[in-house]
């Protein structure tokens, strides 16, 4: 089965950017779609943004025009730029085939002055 390893997270200031990596073990071409996923201190899991195999990208709400999901096929890698970066934005964030696949560790953002 396919891993999934996410990196870049990081403890950075309102308003700054990061850009989040997910690594795959094997090809991601071969799923419908990938997406990003977060968990903040004590919620559910919750959809932050998906891209289709052909490209098409949908975001949740809170993050629409600030956050952008990207793919590289040939890297079987998976990103997430996220920029205007708000203290709720604070989570572990993990990326995931979908329908979803075994979860990863992920990758910890933390927005704080």
């Known amino acids: 089965q396919v891993q999934l390893v996410e990196s870049g997270g990081d403890l950075v200031q309102p308003g700054g950017s990061l850009r989040l990596s997910c690594a795959a073990s094997?090809?991601?071409?071969?799923?419908?779609?990938m997406g990003w996923y977060r968990q903040a201190s004590g919620k559910q899991r919750e959809w932050v943004a998906s891209i289709t195999r052909r490209g098409g990208t949908s975001y949740v709400d809170s993050v629409k025009g600030r956050f952008t999901i990207s793919r590289d096929n040939a890297k079987n890698t998976v990103y997430l730029q996220m920029n205007s970066l708000k203290p709720e934005d604070t989570a572990v964030y993990y990326c995931?085939?979908?329908?979803?696949?075994?979860w990863g560790q992920g990758t910890q953002v933390t927005v704080s002055s």
């Open positions: 094997g090809s991601i071409f071969n799923f419908n779609a």
């Open positions: 995931n085939a979908i329908p979803n696949l075994a």
